[in-house]
């Protein structure tokens, strides 16, 4: 079965510095690589995803990831972070839902809270 | 904001009652989810929908029941919960499952089991 891992609780970044979230992913055959975010008292917010292509992916709000398959990760980067990019962020990976490969759900990671200090 | 709102909000229920959480979406999709999440844990899906068909069954107690009447409307009825059952239901909906789309997820509603 296809699983991702978020190896840090809580990242702790100051205002104007890079940030990075990490994910690793364990799967079979070719990983589909999702990036959500949560802000307080909100669902979970699509940011960007990786099915093929470029290894670099872009996505909303300045955000970037970048999947690196040799070391089976798919880390969530910004070169300069915000106060307001504070929030609980998920890595997800596609599984099939069942024997079949028609149907698929999504794998999540526990989550990384992301704090911005000013 | 997403398309895919929610009631209600907040609901706290004691282990007697019965209670329905709703979801509604309104981006056309074909697919609806529930899930379950609690703090520091990974998301579980509890039900998924495809074109109000149900595709999958996470092994959920049979307390937790699902109706999708239509591909827009998503419920989730409650009967004789328990207090470990108190978390955020989120409600999601895709374009569809086959594809792994991504998807639009409602606020939540914060359910506490007395």
């Known amino acids: 079965a296809q699983s991702v891992a978020q190896p840090e609780d809580q990242v702790n970044v100051a205002e104007g510095n890079p940030l990075t979230v990490k994910c690793t992913y364990s799967v079979s055959g070719n990983p589909y690589l999702f990036w959500y975010v949560q802000y307080p008292n909100r669902g979970l917010q699509f940011l960007l995803k990786y099915i093929t292509g470029d290894n670099l992916v872009k996505g909303s709000y300045g955000f970037e990831a970048e999947f690196n398959k040799s070391q089976t990760s798919f880390h969530l980067k910004k070169p300069s972070a915000l106060v307001s990019d504070s929030a609980l962020y998920f890595c997800a990976v596609r599984d099939m839902i069942g024997p079949q490969d028609s149907n698929y759900q999504l794998i999540w990671g526990a989550g990384t809270k992301l704090i911005i200090k000013p | 904001e997403t398309g895919v709102t929610q009631t209600p909000r907040h609901l706290v229920m004691g282990m007697t009652n019965k209670k329905s959480l709703k979801c509604e979406q309104h981006l056309g999709h074909n697919a609806m989810y529930w899930y379950k999440q609690s703090a520091k844990k990974p998301l579980e899906l509890m039900f998924v929908?495809?074109?109000?068909?149900?595709?999958e069954n996470n092994s959920v107690p049979s307390r937790f029941s699902p109706e999708c009447p239509n591909s827009s409307h998503l419920f989730l009825h409650l009967h004789t919960l328990q207090p470990e059952d108190s978390a955020l239901y989120l409600c999601?909906?895709?374009?569809?499952?086959?594809?792994?789309?991504?998807?639009?997820f409602g606020p939540g509603t914060r359910l506490t089991v007395l």
């Open positions: 929908y495809s074109l109000e068909e149900r595709v």
């Open positions: 999601a909906s895709s374009q569809g499952v086959t594809l792994g789309d991504e998807q639009f």
